[in-house]
C-alpha cells in the first residue's frame, strides 16, 4: 500500500460509536481497514502514527462562496485546514455560470462584496461546464486546493434570459431558462441555487421556480434556495420552499436554515415541526447551518428589491438621487424592507466588515451607527456614503441570531454543516475559517449539544447522501481517501471576531485521494481537488 494510517480512532461516518483500527491507502482509495486483533496488521511505503487521533472523512461544505477564491488561491487553507475536502459553489442564486459577456460584467459587479470583482481572474469560460473544466485545469493543471461541486445559480440564469427586471418570464424566457438548466446539469451541476432575497433572482414567482426545479429533478439534483425570508415572514418562507419542491417532485435542501431576528426568538421548534411534517409526508428535504449567531452579506442587500431593478448601475442612480434615496431610507427604517427579510433595520447591529475601497477601511470593524455617531451625522447618511464610494462592494455583519435556535437546529436529522464563508475583506465572518472545527470543539465537545460521532456524520455522510456521491463520506474500503485526522480533547476554530483569519488547531493532517494537503499542521504545495460532477442523470 501507499500508506498507513495506524492505531486511528475511526470515527467512520455512520453516526456509530468509534473503533480503533489501521486503515491503508492505495491509488488515493482506501484499501484496508483492519481493526485491533483482526489478523496481521497491513504495512506500506509509508505509515504516519495516528496515536488515537480520530480519523474521519473530510468534511463537507454544503454552503461555500469560493468560487473565484479556489482560483486565484492555491494554498486556500481557510478551508483545507479545518479538514474541508470538498465545497459546493454556486450558492445563493448568483455565481459565473452560465454566463455571457454582458452577465458575467453584471454579475462581477453584483457579487463583487462576496468574491472580490475579480479583476485578477481569467473568465475563459462561459457555461458551466466551462467552468468544471477550468477548476480541473487550474494553476497550469495541477488543479485545485479542495474538491469543488457546483449549483447552477438561478438568479443569474434569470439575469441571461430575462435581465434585471421586475416581472414574470415570457413563455420564450422560461423555456430559454430551463434550457439553461438542463444543459448546467447535463455538464455536471449537482442542483440549482436561489437567493429569493437576491435580484433578480427574487423577482421568480413560484410557478417559474417549480418549472425550473422540475428541470433539476429530472437530472437528479436538489434545489437549493435562500428563500423568501429569514426574518418576518421566515416560517411562510420555508413553508413555500416545502411546498414548491413538492410540487415539482425535486429534492430540496434548506440554505444556512436559521431563525434570525427578534420575531424568530425560541422559534426554531416551529421551524423543525414543520419540516418533521412534511418528511413524515414523503418529502425529501435537508438543511444546512453554520455555528454562530451573526449572519453576513452585503450592505447593498439591504436595500428594497424595486431599488436594485436593473442592476449595480440602475442601483446608483437611485442612490444619487434625493427623493429616491429618501423613499429607500423609509423602506429600510420603518416599513422593513424585503432585502432586511420585512424587519426594520437596526443600524447598531449591521457591523462593516470588509470594503472594495481601501480609503474606506477605517469603516470596518464598526457598526454603522457607531461610524454615523463618529461623523456626526445619521446612520442612513453614512450606509448611503458606503454605498455610493464603495460601489456596492461592502460587506457586513449582521447581528441578529439567536444561539437557542441554532443549537436546536443543528440537532436535527436531516442537518449539515455549511459554512457560508465570505473570503473577502479585513474582518470576514469566522465561520469562514472556523466552522468544522467549531462544531467539533464548542458543540460536540465542549457543549455536549451532539456526540462526536453524531457531529462527524452531520458534516460528511449526510451531505455526501445529499450530493449522490457514491464513494465519500465514509471511512469504508474502496471509498476515497478524503480523509481527516483530529484530536478531538483540543480541536478548536482558532477565529474570532477579533481575528477571523486565524486557522483552527487540533487537525494535523488533511489528505484529498490519498495525498497530504494538510500535514504536520501545516499547508502542503499539493493541490488535490479536482470538480466533482454530478451524473446528471436521474436517481
Not at 437567493?195 to 427574487?202: D, F, H, S, V, W
Not at 411534517?277 to 438543511?287: E, W
Not at 444561539?403 to 440537532?411: D, F, G, K, L, S
Not at 469504508?476 to 477565529?495: H, I, N, Q
Request: glycine residues 12%; hydrophobic residues 35%; proline residues 5%.
Amino acid at each position: 500500500m501507499d500508506l498507513v494510517i495506524r492505531n486511528a480512532s475511526v470515527v467512520d461516518g455512520t453516526g456509530t460509536p468509534s473503533y480503533r483500527a489501521d486503515v491503508g491507502i492505495t491509488d488515493g482509495r482506501i484499501t484496508e481497514i483492519r481493526g485491533e486483533g483482526e489478523g496481521p496488521r497491513p504495512t506500506a511505503a509509508r505509515t504516519v502514527e495516528a496515536d488515537g487521533l480520530a480519523l474521519s472523512p473530510g468534511f463537507i461544505d454544503m454552503h461555500a462562496h469560493s468560487d473565484l477564491a479556489l482560483l486565484r488561491d492555491p494554498d486556500h487553507s481557510a478551508k483545507a485546514a479545518q479538514g474541508v475536502t470538498l465545497e459546493v459553489l454556486g450558492q445563493d442564486g448568483l455565481s459565473y455560470a452560465p454566463a455571457d459577456d454582458r452577465t458575467l460584467a453584471e454579475v462581477r459587479s453584483s457579487i463583487s462584496g462576496w468574491n472580490g470583482d475579480g479583476s485578477d481572474i481569467d473568465f475563459d469560460w462561459r457555461t458551466v461546464g466551462g467552468y468544471l473544466d477550468r477548476l480541473d485545469r487550474n494553476f497550469g493543471g495541477q488543479g485545485i486546493a479542495v474538491n469543488a461541486a457546483y449549483l447552477i445559480p438561478q438568479g443569474t440564469v434569470r439575469m441571461l434570459a430575462v435581465g434585471w427586471d421586475d416581472r414574470p418570464a415570457t413563455d420564450a424566457e422560461l423555456e430559454r431558462m430551463k434550457e439553461l438548466v438542463a444543459q448546467g446539469m447535463a455538464e455536471g451541476a449537482v442542483g440549482m441555487s436561489s437567493g429569493l432575497t437576491y435580484t433578480p433572482g427574487m423577482y421568480a414567482k413560484d410557478a417559474e421556480l417549480t418549472e425550473l426545479c422540475r428541470v433539476v429533478a429530472a437530472h437528479g439534483g436538489y434545489y437549493c434556495p435562500h428563500h423568501r425570508s429569514y426574518g418576518a415572514g421566515a416560517l411562510a418562507a420555508y413553508e413555500e420552499m416545502v411546498q414548491l419542491t413538492r410540487d415539482a417532485g425535486c429534492p430540496l435542501h434548506l440554505a444556512h436554515a436559521t431563525m434570525n431576528f427578534g420575531v424568530n426568538k425560541g422559534k426554531a421548534p416551529e421551524l423543525l415541526s414543520l419540516l418533521d411534517d412534511a418528511l413524515a409526508a414523503g418529502a425529501d428535504i435537508s438543511l444546512d447551518t453554520y455555528p454562530y449567531t451573526p449572519g453576513c452579506t452585503t450592505l447593498v442587500a439591504m436595500l428594497p428589491s424595486w431599488a436594485n431593478e436593473g442592476g449595480p448601475g440602475a442601483v446608483l442612480t437611485r442612490l444619487a438621487d434625493e427623493a429616491t434615496a429618501a423613499r429607500m431610507r423609509h423602506d429600510v427604517e420603518v416599513v422593513g424592507s424585503d432585502g432586511c427579510h420585512g424587519v426594520p433595520i437596526e443600524w447598531d447591529r449591521i457591523e462593516i466588515s470588509g470594503v472594495g475601497s481601501p480609503d474606506l477601511s477605517s469603516y470596518v470593524g464598526r457598526t454603522v451607527a457607531e461610524s454615523a455617531r463618529l461623523r456626526g451625522e445619521e446612520p442612513w447618511v453614512t450606509a448611503r456614503r458606503l454605498l455610493v464610494e464603495d460601489r456596492l462592494g461592502t460587506t457586513i455583519l449582521q447581528h441578529v441570531g439567536h444561539e437557542e435556535n441554532v443549537r436546536q437546529i443543528m440537532r436535527h436529522r436531516v442537518h449539515t454543516g455549511g459554512s457560508d464563508g465570505i473570503l473577502q475583506g479585513d474582518k470576514p465572518h469566522p465561520r469562514a475559517y472556523g466552522t468544522f472545527p467549531q462544531y467539533l470543539g464548542r458543540y460536540a465537545r465542549e457543549l455536549g449539544i451532539l456526540s462526536l460521532e453524531e457531529c462527524v456524520a452531520h458534516l460528511t455522510s449526510r451531505p455526501a447522501a445529499r450530493l449522490r456521491l457514491p464513494d465519500r463520506g465514509y471511512v469504508r474500503e474502496g471509498y476515497r481517501a478524503d480523509l481527516v485526522l483530529f484530536d478531538p480533547a483540543t480541536v478548536a476554530a482558532g477565529s474570532t471576531f477579533e481575528e477571523p483569519r486565524t486557522l483552527p488547531v487540533g487537525i494535523p493532517h488533511v489528505l484529498i485521494d490519498g495525498r497530504f494537503v494538510i500535514e504536520d499542521g501545516r499547508r502542503t504545495s499539493t493541490l488535490a481537488g479536482r470538480a466533482v460532477r454530478g451524473s446528471g442523470r436521474p436517481a
